[in-house]
């Protein structure tokens, strides 16, 4: 479920955040946190209806303790956008090319380190701080004076701040956790663990101890110092004694860009520190200013990181999972794996077409790989490796959970299990009958349905809406109370009022999503028609084929859901279309495709309106497309309209034929 998955992040970041920024103590890596960050992003992009008002996306940082100093940055030390692939570096290149036509830019090596601001006055260093939120931060000075690297004085006496990196060697990280060893004390786990945690120390012995470094590559307020360009920043700062990484390229070509990007890549184990990528500044500070910013990063400037490397590992065993279809799916049980800044321990085998195409074992071991992707997937076999010790794979041919004999149907690759009365089953489809993209029944998470299934509450669906009679028994489970039931029972209540392509959404008839779900609503208006519509009439609506049809034809003649549907209208559910469909010339027969951020609805909202008005949303730009309808940074799919010369609309633009 994307929304569980959404609540799962938050609370996996948020934790990160505080773990590092206030107890000085991750539990997960640096690559770990981007990977679960950016795997955020890209559902909220995909889905801004979910998007909570406390997700770490809406802010630059984290917290910040009490035992130092908070400090405000004048200027907010904003962090960059992540790409990861060649594709991504052209498509930045691109974007910036819509506003500079020739831009030069200024490549440097990404140092994993702590980010600092350092501000100088009459020549002294008078203040370092941490980024901390990027607003706030902390005041270290006491520790960035211990720092050789640092010059406490400088000969301009101008006000001066400049920010950078404090990093650890990695000869100073492997000394320091043989010391640890040897006192038995809790290694870190990277020099960029160990340089956060030297710079936050209250007692700046500590810190002198730790042999820190700096590499020193940010200049705000290039225009007092009458400085027009970003490596002339670089050069004016190195020559009041601030060590910059020599490492630079300045380039107008995207081709040298992508070199430096593969040579670093390449001999990136040969430096003296850790680096994670490459950082990627448009040169000329007036050009950096039209370009500007979003709410969190700048648009002039953007971060290479490393491609993820493939891993090997051992497959212990596998396992079987349940869906509420009945669909079985086979999952790798994992020797943990680090991989692409994540330990996994478990990835999906599909099917059993899939694994016999792979030659899959148990006792094999195997390649994974993540290739700039959030899922983790097997690459192939190291059949060289096998001891003979490994067990030919063998579908089951019983549920694991009910025991009912399972099917493969003719021209599919997946068993299911028939078994209507099937536990995992059931528990399945109840929790995506309440969850946000269908009924929306705030507060039934999927342990709580878990937990009410196994407690006798609620069986099947229309149980949902019988919770009332048991409210005073409910009230007295541990955890619940009178608040949070009366709650439950009222968001059970409001979900009654939903209309008709929720609910049948929420039915989970077979190969009916959202948006077929909502097609369907539309033409039929009502439950009752839709349930009296043979397979020749649903064939003949757009985007509705074979397969679909004859999916929700055969759902509507079976018995007990003829009876699911009558009992839930005797329960006051709302069986009608609420959509309001008005066929507009501007959007009537026409496709259209959202790309970028829109600022006065979301891609969803703007979906739902055009769709009223008698137009099609797709996801992908061809050559069928009418309109392209562009928001705050797009991406490929712009690039793609303007080559095949399809109509733009502006956010704006569409507002106004809307009206």
């Not at 404090?166 to 000394?175: C, D, H, Q, R, V």
């Not at 490393?306 to 009945?326: D, Q, S, W």
């Not at 209540?493 to 009916?512: D, V």
């Not at 309808?629 to 797009?634: C, F, K, L, R, T």
Request: charged share 30%; with cysteine.
């Amino acid at each position: 479920m994307i929304e569980k998955r959404i609540d799962e992040l938050i609370e996996i970041i948020n934790k990160a955040s505080i773990e590092y920024y206030t107890n000085d103590n991750p539990s997960i890596t640096d690559q770990e946190y981007d990977d679960y960050y950016h795997e955020l992003e890209k559902l909220e992009e995909e889905h801004p209806e979910l998007i909570r008002e406390d997700s770490p996306t809406k802010r630059i940082g984290g917290k910040i303790i009490d035992e130092f100093t908070k400090v405000i940055h004048e200027v907010p030390m904003m962090s960059l956008g992540d790409i990861f692939n060649e594709e991504e570096v052209r498509e930045f290149d691109q974007r910036v090319k819509k506003v500079i036509p020739n831009p030069t830019y200024v490549c440097e090596l990404k140092i994993d380190g702590l980010s600092v601001s350092l501000i100088y006055e009459d020549g002294k260093l008078v203040r370092g701080a941490t980024r901390g939120n990027g607003v706030i931060g902390e005041n270290i000075t006491h520790n960035v004076e211990t720092i050789k690297s640092i010059p406490l004085k400088i000969s301009d006496k101008r006000k001066i701040e400049v920010r950078g990196e404090i990093y650890m060697p990695k000869k100073s990280f492997n000394l320091l956790n043989e010391e640890r060893a040897k006192n038995n004390e809790k290694l870190f786990a990277n020099p960029r663990n160990a340089a956060a945690g030297s710079v936050r120390q209250l007692d700046s012995k500590i810190a002198a101890k730790r042999n820190l470094s700096t590499f020193i590559y940010h200049l705000p307020y290039c225009e007092n110092f009458d400085i027009k360009y970003h490596h002339e920043s670089l050069d004016f700062m190195k020559k009041l004694g601030f060590i910059i990484n020599p490492n630079i390229l300045t380039t107008s070509s995207i081709e040298e860009v992508i070199k430096y990007i593969n040579e670093w890549g390449e001999k990136r184990d040969t430096l003296p520190y850790e680096i994670d990528g490459i950082v990627i500044k448009v040169d000329k500070i007036e050009d950096q200013k039209k370009l500007g910013y979003t709410s969190r990063t700048p648009k002039w400037a953007i971060a290479y990181k490393f491609p993820a490397v493939e891993v090997l590992t051992k497959l212990n065993n596998i396992e079987f999972c349940v869906g509420r279809t009945g669909k079985i799916t086979p999952r790798a049980d994992l020797a943990p794996v680090h991989l692409a800044g994540s330990i996994i321990k478990s990835v999906t085998l599909h099917n059993e077409d899939y694994i016999k195409e792979k030659d899959i074992m148990i006792n094999d071991t195997i390649v994974l790989h993540k290739a700039g992707d959030v899922i983790p997937e097997v690459v192939r076999v190291e059949k060289s490796r096998r001891k003979g010790i490994e067990i030919p794979f063998k579908m089951i041919e019983n549920c694991p959970i009910c025991g009912s004999k399972l099917e493969r149907k003719e021209n599919e690759s997946n068993y299911f299990c028939l078994n209507p009365n099937c536990d995992a089953r059931n528990i399945e489809g109840l929790i995506h009958f309440s969850s946000r993209e269908t009924m929306n029944i705030e507060g039934f998470g999927e342990s709580i349905v878990e937990d009410f299934y196994n407690m006798g509450y609620l069986k099947s669906i229309p149980d949902y809406y019988k919770l009332y009679k048991e409210k005073q028994e409910l009230k007295e489970l541990e955890g619940f109370g009178e608040k949070s039931i009366n709650n439950l029972l009222d968001n059970i209540e409001k979900s009654k009022e939903n209309s008709l392509e929720k609910l049948l959404f929420a039915l989970g008839i077979r190969y009916i999503g959202k948006k077929t779900a909502k097609i369907l609503a539309a033409n039929y208006k009502n439950m009752d028609n839709l349930m009296n519509a043979t397979y020749e009439d649903l064939i003949k609506i757009n985007d509705i084929g074979d397969i679909i049809a004859d999916s929700v034809y055969k759902f509507f003649k079976e018995e007990k859901n003829v009876k699911l549907i009558e009992e839930l209208k005797e329960l006051g559910l709302n069986m009608q279309y609420l959509g309001n469909e008005t066929i507009d010339e501007n959007f009537s027969n026409k496709t259209f495709v959202l790309t970028g951020t829109l600022s006065n609805m979301t891609r969803d909202e703007a979906s739902l309106e055009i769709e009223n008005r008698g137009g099609k949303v797709t996801s992908s730009v061809t050559k069928k497309t009418d309109y392209v309808i562009v928001g705050d940074n797009p991406g490929s799919k712009y690039d793609k309209a303007i080559k095949l010369n399809i109509k733009i609309w502006t956010e704006n633009e569409l507002l106004e034929r809307l009206k």
